[in-house]
């Protein structure tokens, strides 16, 4: 039986944060001196020069620089708790902890500025002009600046761990631009298939893990939805084998491996972007959304203001602002939805859950009981309970599971069926 990598339960660790974690947590405290300069000339001015609207943006960027605020903590004490034995499972979700509480004061203040906008296109007030659009332009600088900063370094996701059981395998450097390799046995040996498009038509390519050759006698053969099969002679290439024909579109299929009579099953989905959610920070999202909204509200407020000096519509500064808190409330919506479901430890990824079961049904045995949840951005934990005749143990499931995306805690329970 293979051996899985770093399967040494005793070693392991429970720090789940992630990718850019402490950079992240730099440009948080340095967004948050930013919007809070901002935040007070918003609403002074705002006061002073009469604009509602533009209080409402100061209000806004003073709903940002608090929820920055908690980013930045979160990020702290995650950081320093994260070998902490009182977390049974790290520290990963403070994250979304943080956003979620930032969610909610954003939905607060949407309804607070929602409010006096009503009330101020019942009982307008003069507006100074002259003062009010430099500061709102001023606060749309501010707004662009911080995104910049938060977003400066690409959206990496760092498909590497840092805990204790990496569950991937290290591929060849003609495996770099494959699609998601599978992972499967023939003969007692490990192989990965996978499916090479890197400038040039799709094909299968077949590697063992040992790294020693595979006989030219392999085929492929894919099962299509409907049951429409195609079969792929496979050539010897320098250290794997190649299929001789292309893939046809789309790439989703189950496919029936076999070599020198041994055979072995994967499934490959169509390449998207869908296991992304499980990649991403939702800390540093809700920081993103607080000044991508206050951008967008700036606009608003600018749009406004010009509209009510040129035209002398008072009433379009108020519905500016009633315009940013339908904004603000449903950037709240989106963030309560999505951080909620993973406190509650909702099925972050149906297509992984499904993956899995595939993985271990496809030998013969039965999935009775599978639990999958987010333990931190690019972590997902696992519960998986087997029932099985054969005389499999913990780690031939673990090798079945090596290569989900992700999947950096996995809990294995197998079950013998009776005699």
């Given amino acids: 039986m293979a051996k899985v990598p770093n ?40 006061i002073l020069f009469g604009s509602i609207a533009l209080v409402a943006d100061g209000l806004h960027m003073s709903t940002h620089a608090g929820a920055l605020l908690l980013a930045a903590m979160a990020y702290t004490f995650s950081r320093r708790y994260a070998h902490d034995p009182r977390f049974s499972f790290g520290t990963g979700k403070l994250g979304d902890l943080a956003g979620f509480t930032s969610a909610i004061i954003l939905a607060m203040i949407a309804l607070l500025i929602g409010y006096e906008s009503v009330a101020r296109l019942f009982a307008p007030v003069p507006i100074h002009f002259g003062e009010a659009i430099p500061i709102a332009v001023l606060g749309l600088c ?23 059981h ?12 494959d699609d998601e390799a599978q992972r499967i046995t023939l003969g007692g040996r490990p192989m990965l298939l996978s499916i090479h498009e890197d400038g040039v038509p799709p094909r299968f390519r077949l590697a063992a893990v040992d790294g020693l050759s595979i006989t030219s006698e392999a085929t492929v053969e894919t099962v299509r939805d409907g049951g429409l099969r195609q079969r792929f002679d496979m050539v010897q290439r320098a250290g794997y084998l190649e299929s001789r024909e292309e893939i046809p579109e789309p790439h989703a299929f189950g496919v029936l ?56 519509w008072l009433w379009m500064d108020p519905v500016a602002g009633l315009i940013g808190a339908v904004v603000i409330a449903s950037w709240s919506y989106g963030l309560v939805r999505d951080t909620g479901a993973i406190l509650l430890d909702m099925l972050p990824n149906a297509r992984t859950a499904d993956r899995m079961r595939r993985a271990i049904e496809s030998v013969g045995d039965e999935v009775v009981d599978l639990h999958l ?37 996995l809990t294995v329970e197998v079950c013998r069926a009776a005699a």
């Fill in 7 to 46: 399967a040494d339960l005793r070693s392991h660790d429970h720090v789940f944060l992630g990718a850019g974690h402490e950079r992240n947590e730099r440009r948080t405290w340095f967004v948050i001196t930013l919007c809070g300069l901002m935040m007070l000339i918003e609403i002074v001015g705002g």
């Fill in 142 to 164: 501010v707004n662009v600046a911080s995104a910049w900063a938060l977003s400066a370094g690409g959206h990496d996701h760092g498909h590497s761990h840092g805990h204790g």
């Fill in 257 to 312: 491996v076999s070599v020198a009579g041994q055979a072995d099953r994967a499934h490959f989905e169509e390449h998207d972007h869908h296991h992304a959610a499980d990649h991403r920070d939702n800390n540093m999202r809700a920081a993103v959304i607080h000044v991508v909204a206050d951008a967008a509200v700036s606009v608003l407020v600018i749009v406004g203001l010009l509209l009510a000096r040129t035209f002398g």
């Fill in 166 to 177: 990496g569950h991937g395998q290290a591929h060849d450097d003609h495996d770099d631009h």
């Fill in 373 to 409: 949840w987010r333990l931190g951005p690019g972590h997902l934990g696992a519960i998986v309970a087997v029932a099985t005749d054969t005389d499999r143990d913990a780690v031939f499931y673990r090798t079945r599971l090596a290569d989900i995306p992700a999947l950096s805690h």
